[in-house]
């Protein structure tokens, strides 16, 4: 029916007429209310989202734990000293503190 009037009726732009064309895209809904199969598959879907959010949440957990793991080994690592390329250390084994005793540059990496 909503089909026949959305039809009879497309030239208008009225609100009713929109509300009709809302309600034939619910028209799969009364194939799976119809067919077993789908009824089941649908109903099981809608059984397992409580689990499928369980596992989300472990899922964020682990990787805000990571994180937090990560940026603490990384702290403060990702500086340099700005040595001059003939010196008998390399960037990576003079820290903050020699770095600036010998004079040079310690710089950040951002």
């Not at 649908?42 to 409580?50: Q, R």
């Not at 957990?61 to 990384?74: A, C, E, H, R, T």
């Not at 010998?102 to 710089?107: I, T």
């Amino acid at each position: 029916m909503a089909s026949l009037i959305d039809i009879s009726v497309e030239g208008v732009n009225l609100d009713i007429v929109k509300i009709l064309r809302l309600l034939r895209t619910l028209r799969p809904l009364r194939f799976i209310s119809h067919n077993i199969g789908m009824k089941l598959v649908v109903t099981a879907l809608l059984e397992s989202v409580a689990g499928i959010i369980n596992v989300v949440c472990v899922v964020l957990l682990i990787w805000m734990m990571f994180g937090i793991f990560g940026v603490s080994m990384l702290k403060n690592k990702m500086h340099y000293c700005d040595l001059p390329p003939d010196f008998p250390l390399t960037m990576y084994e003079v820290n903050e503190c020699t770095c600036i005793k010998l004079g040079f540059d310690w710089k950040n990496r951002d």
